[in-house]
């Protein structure tokens, strides 16, 4: 499951998506929409996407982990569009035979999402808005 979405994200639906007889170990990260940023009150989020070169990207993410590490099954959400607080961004879910790998994939995947995937955030504050680079 490699996805983007304009919707609500089922984090239940994708971490059933990975799961497997050989895994003993599901890691799911969620990232979420939280209310401040550098001492900024945060009002909402919006993501922006090239979505054919996302989703390519993302697949490649999920090969390269796969090739890493014995990942039985990779899940990779992101969201798009206008995201309140609380709201989840990006669910990644990692299924494997042992929590270190599932740990370490689930990591990289996120890790590098934010290196490689065309996708940007613009934080919308009480007193005005600012496109935010992948990397803080």
């Known amino acids: 499951m490699i996805a983007l979405t304009d ?18 170990a599901i890691n799911v990260f969620i990232g979420t ?10 009002v909402h989020l919006e993501f922006e996407a090239y979505e054919s070169m996302a ?17 039985q099954k990779v899940a990779i959400v992101h969201r798009t569009g206008v995201l309140p607080i609380g709201e989840a961004a ?15 994939a689930c990591e990289f995947i996120i890790d590098t999402l934010k290196e490689i995937v065309p996708i940007w955030k613009k934080e919308i504050f009480e007193d005005g808005e600012v496109w935010v680079a992948a990397h803080p």
């Open 90 to 104: 990006v669910v990644i879910a990692v299924s494997t035979p042992h929590r270190k790998a599932s740990f370490e």
């Open 7 to 24: 919707q609500q994200i089922n984090t239940e639906e994708i971490i059933a998506a990975v799961q497997a007889d050989g895994a003993g």
């Open 33 to 42: 929409v939280r209310n401040n940023t550098q001492k900024k009150t945060v």
């Open 55 to 71: 989703v390519k990207k993302m697949q490649e993410l999920a090969d390269m982990a796969s090739a890493r590490w014995p990942v």
